[in-house]
């Protein structure tokens, strides 16, 4: 089936440096969303990205859609203690079971202050 | 504010007495999902409604069963809880399959 390779796993930074993630297929997605997950809560949209080549901003976050649809990246500038947390990619494919929203395993982001 | 809601947040639950857990919606959209989440593991999908249309997933068990009586609501029924069905429990909407989904806060299921 259709997979999302999502890396880093994990990452350990400073406040206030930059961090980059990135999620890649070998097929096709023709929709890529980042989520964040806090411990013991649902996963929260920040970014949907519905075109290939598609840039977006929310806030200091900005995520692309890579223009072969295999990839997305998720950047966050200036990083704060809050940005904790487990981010999520997420797309859909063509051809899995309607409604199927594919996930990476996540990037778990700590941030020392 | 719109939004999807889960009660109760934190269910415990004997083994083999069934369960139920609720979900809502102010968002109006079309279809409603439950995802099983298990410690540091992507929710997975179990099943989900577009409209009164309902899909269960190949791999979701015969003990995990659906209800949505109208729009707004839905509801996860556990027949028989076992302890690997301790997780958290995620409902989610969106407007059509192709759309962006927006989860609720989730459900901690123990089972003892």
């Known amino acids: 089936g259709q997979q999302l390779n999502q890396s880093p796993q994990s990452m350990f930074i400073q406040e206030g440096e930059d961090v980059s993630m990135n999620c890649t297929s070998s097929?096709?997605?023709?929709?890529w969303l980042w989520y964040k997950q806090d411990p013991g809560e649902g996963p929260v949209l920040l970014i949907a990205l519905y075109k290939a080549g598609e840039l977006t901003s929310n806030g200091r976050l900005t995520a692309q859609f890579g223009i072969t649809r295999k990839d997305s990246f998720l950047n966050i500038s200036a990083s704060i203690p809050s940005d904790v947390g487990i981010y999520f990619c997420?797309?859909?494919?063509?051809?899995?079971?309607?409604?199927?929203?594919?996930f990476g395993k996540g990037t778990k982001l700590s941030v020392k202050p | 504010d719109a939004m999807v809601i889960q009660n109760p947040r934190y269910q415990v639950t004997q083994f083999g007495k069934p369960v139920t857990l609720s979900c809502s919606q102010t968002l109006n959209h079309n279809v409603m999902y439950w995802y099983q989440q298990k410690s540091s593991q992507a929710p997975k999908l179990l099943f989900h409604y577009y409209d009164k249309d309902f899909n269960n997933e190949a791999d979701t068990p015969d003990n995990f069963q659906s209800r949505r009586p109208n729009t707004s609501f839905c509801f996860l029924d556990i027949r028989s809880p076992g302890l690997g069905d301790a997780a958290m429990y995620l409902c989610?909407?969106?407007?059509?399959?192709?759309?962006?989904?927006?989860f609720g806060p989730g459900t901690r299921l123990t089972v003892t």
């Open positions: 097929s096709i997605f023709n929709t």
């Open positions: 997420a797309g859909h494919g063509y051809g899995g079971s309607q409604g199927n929203l594919i």
């Open positions: 989610a909407t969106s407007r059509g399959f192709s759309y962006e989904q927006y």
